[in-house]
């Protein structure tokens, strides 16, 4: 079974920075596409990053340049370091991942950036 347990959500003051992790378990971590998404009160959930297996990335518009995904295979961990935090941030982050035709959800971390 595949299991994604997230942390490192809080309380932050607007421009100030988190940094989030997400543990896999449950599968072969190395090689899968990992995405970060987050979703706000009353909106839909968004994606927000993804990095392949390889190490590429990619963004929403929303958050380049403030925002990066990296891994670390040994630990079967990806991060998402959160820099430049604005209000419009504040959401619940999740990730993800697809192994290998199910797509899994973490719980999710709450992030709240206040102005």
């Known amino acids: 079974q595949v299991h994604l347990v997230e942390s490192g959500g809080g309380l932050v003051q607007a421009g100030g920075s988190l940094r989030l992790s997400c543990v896999v378990s449950?599968?072969?971590?190395?090689?899968?596409?990992m995405r970060w998404h987050r979703q706000a009160p009353g909106k839909l959930r968004e994606s927000v990053a993804v990095?392949?297996?390889?190490?590429?990335?990619n963004y929403a518009d929303s958050v380049k340049g403030r925002f990066t995904i990296s891994r670390d295979n040994a630990k079967n961990t990806v991060y998402l370091q959160m820099n430049s935090l604005k209000p419009e941030d504040t959401a619940v982050y999740y990730c993800?991942?697809?192994?290998?035709?199910?797509?899994?959800w973490g719980q999710g971390t709450q992030v709240t950036v206040s102005s």
């Open positions: 993800s991942t697809i192994a290998p035709i199910k797509t899994y």
């Open positions: 449950g599968t072969i971590f190395s090689s899968n596409v």
């Open positions: 990095i392949t297996s390889d190490g590429s990335t």
